[in-house]
């Protein structure tokens, strides 16, 4: 076995938790060389992308690089953060970059910072696809030279090879752009010599953290990689990686459980073997990197309409009395608003939560119809559940009542639903459910 180089996956995204204590764990547990997780995803949609906005908050964001910030600078090692701001746009970047300074400034820490962009130009890829150097992915059949044109942003994901350039020119923090999750992690290990093979397996891995652990909510992991193949453990004491959760990983945004495509080449796990060294490890040896032609994966994003989430919660009993009992004009299917109403006695609006344990939000069909204005809204109702029973009438008038509102509508114009008069129908009670509709005329 050559030497090995260890990173430490703290979370499989900046922003949705680092556990200090298991971070100091892994750095107590032996030689650490790197710190290395993702910070972007397309799971949440293309909203993040077309906004350069963050999925996580700021404060969420802060808190995470702040631990993994003093960790880097206590240890004296390499911080590699990818995609950052969930889309990995300039802006996501600069966004980024402006709380590492505001740590930075908060610790008195002087600190080298890397920034890898990673946003194309519209013109230039308009340009390129002309010349027959971009090709579609499914489903999609031809390059949209109108919707490259349309797109707020568009990322190309880039591989390891930047964020090594960057630690060889001596970044102590790398913050990138649109990187591939798996690129991010097998940096450091390809920059010290270890073979391509192990060091991508290892990064796709441990490029969402605990998630090829048997319980992804424990923390992240620790991967030891050599020339030969990797060690994957997770950081929790009471988590443990098995064969099938290690192995399951390359299935994960990935349609071939034995080759991935990465940028430079393709990962082959066909004759990889895994095996349990204990309750907790498992090792990965057999991984082969097949070089191929360079290409990067191009995600764009344009904006088409918004959406409002709207929670209204009335306790007032004269306003209760005072919605109408009209019914509704029209069959359900044409309704443009679905609304779900819960009502339930002896209940505060600040208690919500206590008198509805059980809530929960489920999609119902959408309606679509025409308002006056000729926008057209797509409407998907949600319906929240109580062990209460509900009342027989409604709208229930006691001064002790209340009454949950939900709705979502989504118009695909470049503007915000509004709303002019509402009709409701009396609604259906089923046990503590009670779904009504209305009509925007």
């Known amino acids: 076995m050559t030497h090995s180089i260890t990173i430490v996956v703290p979370t499989?995204?900046?922003?949705?938790?680092?556990?200090?204590?298991?971070?100091?764990?892994?750095?107590?547990?032996?030689?650490?060389?790197?710190?290395?997780?993702?910070?972007?995803?397309?799971?949440?949609?293309?909203?993040?992308?077309?906004?350069?906005?963050?999925?996580?908050?700021?404060?969420?964001?802060?808190?995470?690089?702040?631990?993994?910030?003093?960790?880097?600078?206590?240890?004296?090692?390499?911080?590699?953060?990818?995609?950052?701001?969930?889309?990995?746009?300039?802006?996501?970047?600069?966004?980024?970059?402006?709380?590492?300074?505001?740590?930075?400034?908060?610790?008195?820490?002087?600190?080298?910072?890397?920034l890898l962009y990673s946003e194309q130009s519209a013109a230039l890829l308009t340009q390129r696809a002309q010349q027959g150097r971009i090709d579609p992915l499914a489903p999609m059949n031809a390059v949209d030279l109108d919707a490259i044109a349309n797109c707020e942003h568009i990322v190309a994901l880039m591989g390891p090879e930047p964020y090594v350039a960057a630690l060889n020119a001596g970044a102590e923090i790398v913050l990138g752009g649109r990187s591939t999750d798996a690129g991010v992690l097998a940096a450091v290990p390809l920059m010290h010599g270890v073979d391509a093979g192990p060091a991508w397996h290892a990064g796709k891995t441990a490029e969402c953290g605990g998630l090829c652990t048997v319980d992804a909510r424990e923390g992240g992991v620790l991967v030891r990689v050599d020339s030969e193949g990797f060690e994957v453990e997770p950081l929790s004491a009471s988590n443990r990686c098995t064969t099938e959760s290690v192995s399951a990983h390359l299935l994960y945004e990935n349609t071939d459980a034995f080759l991935l495509r990465e940028p430079g080449g393709i990962v082959d796990v066909t004759g990889a073997t895994y095996v349990a060294l204990d309750e907790r490890r498992v090792r990965v040896n057999g991984s082969r990197f097949v070089p191929g032609t360079y290409t990067m994966k191009l995600e764009g994003a344009a904006a088409n309409g918004f959406q409002t989430l709207m929670l209204v919660g009335i306790r007032d009993p004269q306003t209760l009395g005072a919605l109408p009992r009209a019914r509704c004009h029209g069959s359900s299917h044409r309704c443009t608003v679905s609304w779900s109403i819960v009502c339930a006695r002896r209940c505060a609006l600040s208690r919500m939560s206590s008198i509805f344990p059980c809530a929960h939000m489920a999609r119902m069909p959408s309606a679509t119809s025409t308002t006056q204005n000729r926008r057209r809204l797509h409407v998907k109702s949600a319906f929240c559940s109580s062990p209460l029973q509900a009342p027989s009438t409604w709208p229930h008038r006691s001064p002790k009542s209340a009454i949950l509102c939900c709705f979502i509508c989504r118009s695909t114009s470049r503007g915000h639903c509004r709303a002019t008069r509402f009709r409701f129908r009396r609604p259906r009670w089923s046990a503590a459910r009670c779904m009504s509709s209305s009509s925007i005329t």
């Open 12 to 114: 499989g995204a900046l922003g949705s938790g680092v556990s200090e204590t298991l971070l100091r764990r892994a750095f107590a547990s032996g030689r650490v060389d790197g710190i290395a997780c993702d910070a972007g995803s397309t799971d949440s949609g293309p909203a993040y992308l077309a906004s350069g906005q963050c999925k996580y908050s700021r404060e969420a964001v802060k808190r995470d690089l702040d631990i993994l910030m003093r960790a880097r600078s206590e240890y004296a090692v390499p911080l590699l953060i990818g995609s950052c701001g969930t889309s990995g746009s300039d802006q996501a970047v600069d966004w980024t970059r402006d709380i590492a300074l505001e740590i930075a400034a908060e610790l008195d820490m002087s600190v080298r910072i890397a």
